[in-house]
């Protein structure tokens, strides 16, 4: 004969596994899915902003320790050189830099917003499925 207990632990077991995934829930599982590419490509774009961020500001510190040099300098503008005026390439890395500064605030917002989301998914579908569903990167 079975106990109480034992009847319980089978049912209980049976009743996790056989949890029915309905539209609704995999709508959410799939949303899941699109934060989570979404989030790996904003943590890209952040690391590669911040490298991008760290050359402009390394540059900008070597035209000030060269300045003097005839006061022209050679500026890397997609594939080319071009001779500048120290005074350009400066105010051109300062602008370049609170572009990337702009690009890296708005991404970490969207990051946090992000992972709200996946927070909250987390929290509904680990309480409808349990441990039948991996939601962990």
């Known amino acids: 004969k ?8 089978i049912v209980a077991s049976k009743a996790a596994e056989e949890v029915d995934v309905r539209f609704v829930d995999q709508e959410k599982i799939n949303e899941f899915g699109r934060l989570n590419n ?6 890209a774009d952040v690391k590669q902003s ?6 402009l500001d390394d540059a900008s510190a070597e035209m000030m320790m ?3 040099d005839e006061g022209k300098v050679m500026l890397l503008i997609g594939e080319s050189f071009v ?3 120290e005074d350009f390439a400066t105010e051109y890395c300062e602008k370049k830099l609170e572009v990337l500064q702009q690009r890296i605030e708005s991404a970490t917002a969207e990051e946090n917003d992000i992972v709200k989301k996946q927070e909250n998914l987390k929290k509904e579908l680990y309480g409808r499925f349990g441990d039948s569903i991996n939601l962990e990167n």
């Open 2 to 9: 079975l106990s109480v207990l034992s009847m319980a632990a």
């Open 38 to 43: 979404r989030l790996l490509e904003i943590r």
């Open 50 to 55: 911040k490298v991008d961020a760290e050359k």
């Open 66 to 68: 060269c300045s003097g």
């Open 83 to 85: 001779q500048v005026d």
